[in-house]
């Protein structure tokens, strides 16, 4: 380890401040563009010690567990609290023009859709049981270490309220100092925890969730590895106007504002479409919306979420045809000539993007696609494909879903 003073140049894609020297970049975590701070260094990293010159842009985090002045920030579940409204906002559009660009491709894109305090539904907890105590809050950056919080400003009100129900849940099922995860969903019916990363557990743990849970009336289900210990309630979310009960773990949009801007845009541009394909569905997000529209086919992997969206659709009033299909889209995507049944095409596909789907829709003659996507890499990747194929980018809307990090989601229409 060596001490250096530095000037950071910029923000890199992760948000870790950016300087250089004769042996490359430095990465330098809670650093802004335009700072000069002294950090100690190991290889190509850098830990603030000091900030010779502060940026304008800096401000003083919101959370207690950041780090009380913005540089030594402990809890892993933020990254970038220290960074002022305007140029942050600006920082995550900017991921999403650099990674078209990568690519080639230069359409307009929109102001970003910014996310608030309070806005997240769904969180992923760790969790550990020590001697003294049941530790619940996030993992420190580069490391195992859980950083116990006791308020989260990014988390809905009933989230943070619920923090002792969840840790005493926690509680209930830890056996050992083995760490593991607790992801907590938001819903109208109450909290909806799912417990992974524990292999076994035994016969007493299962009894002593539900006696937990049963005490505290403000948890609606919990689930282990999938499977239902205990529900009081069905959890029930809302898809614009439509109630849902998700399976246990279960993908959703971590924020209901966020979800709502995203499905507004995919509605939008898909118009007055009569044959709708929503591909990689999950339990309905677009697909109850668009039904509304027009007759949806939902493709997705997840039977589970599959059967949820199924039921609600068939419990809902108004809608037209919801037809399902069970499908591995990575393994066997749409072809093109099973395309040519729809007027307008919506996916979202994990991480990974939609690769060979891409080059199926590039090929077919569907005249409206919209492409949502949570990494604007391959998102980047996959409309290039469309674009050679003819198709056109008409809109570009990135929303700021993960407040304080540099996680960006990304709503693109395009028309054949």
């Known amino acids: 380890m060596s001490a250096q003073t530095v000037t950071i140049s910029k923000l890199g894609a992760q948000g870790d401040g950016i300087?250089?020297?004769?042996?490359?970049?430095i990465y330098v975590p809670f650093a802004l563009p335009g700072e000069t701070v002294s950090i100690a260094r190991v290889k190509s990293e850098g830990?603030?010690?000091?900030i010779a010159s502060p940026s304008p842009d800096r401000q003083?985090?919101?959370?207690?567990?950041?780090?009380?002045d913005g540089v030594n920030g402990t809890c892993g579940g933020c990254t970038l609290q220290h960074f002022t409204d305007l140029p942050y906002r600006a920082f995550k559009r900017q991921l999403v023009v650099d990674a078209l660009s990568s690519k080639g491709l230069t359409p307009e894109v929109d102001d970003i859709v910014a996310a608030h305090p309070g806005e997240r539904r769904r969180v992923v907890f760790s969790a550990r049981r020590t001697e003294k105590d049941m530790l619940i809050g996030?993992?420190?950056?580069e490391s195992h270490h859980i950083v116990a919080i006791e308020e989260c400003p990014i988390s809905s009100a009933a989230i943070v309220?619920?923090?002792?129900?969840?840790?005493?849940?926690?509680?209930?099922?830890?056996i050992n100092a083995e760490s593991f995860r607790v992801s907590v969903l938001d819903t109208a019916a109450g909290l909806d925890l799912a417990i992974e990363g524990i292999k076994t557990i035994s016969d007493k743990q299962r009894r002593a969730v539900i006696e937990t849970v049963l005490s505290l009336r403000s948890v609606a289900r919990v689930s282990f590895n999938g499977e239902v210990l205990v529900e009081t309630q069905k959890p029930l979310i809302d898809f614009g106007g439509i109630q849902v009960s998700p399976p246990p773990g279960a993908f959703t949009q971590a924020s209901k504002p966020a979800e709502d801007a995203m499905a507004e845009l995919v509605v939008a541009h898909v118009g007055k479409a009569k044959r709708?394909?929503?591909?990689?569905?999950?339990?309905g997000t677009f697909s109850l919306r668009l039904a509304r529209l027009g007759r949806v086919t939902a493709v997705e992997a997840d039977e589970k979420a599959l059967a949820s969206l199924d039921h609600a659709a068939r419990n809902a009033l108004g809608l037209k045809p919801v037809t399902i299909e069970r499908r591995d889209l990575f393994r066997r995507p749409l072809m093109t000539p099973e395309l040519k049944y729809f007027d307008?095409?919506?996916f979202d596909p994990p991480r990974a993007g939609a690769e060979f789907q891409s080059k199926e829709l590039a090929r077919s003659a569907v005249k409206?696609?919209?492409?949502?996507?949570?990494?604007?890499?391959?998102l980047a990747r996959d409309l290039a494909i469309l674009v050679e194929g003819g198709y056109r980018i008409t809109r570009v809307t990135p929303i700021d879903q993960f407040l304080w990090t540099s996680h960006v989601e990304v709503v693109v229409a395009l028309e054949k």
Not at 19 to 25: F, Q, V, W
Not at 47 to 50: D, H, I, K, L, Y
Not at 162 to 172: D, E, G, Q, T
Not at 368 to 378: D, E, G, M
């Open 161 to 174: 309220a619920r923090l002792p129900a969840i840790r005493a849940v926690a509680k209930a099922v830890a």
């Open 344 to 346: 307008a095409v919506v």
């Open 368 to 378: 409206k696609i919209v492409a949502v996507s949570c990494n604007p890499l391959t």
């Open 47 to 50: 830990t603030v010690m000091s």
């Open 19 to 25: 300087a250089y020297d004769s042996d490359g970049p």
């Open 60 to 68: 003083e985090p919101a959370c207690r567990h950041f780090g009380p």
């Open 138 to 141: 996030f993992s420190q950056a």
């Open 276 to 283: 709708i394909a929503d591909l990689f569905a999950g339990a």
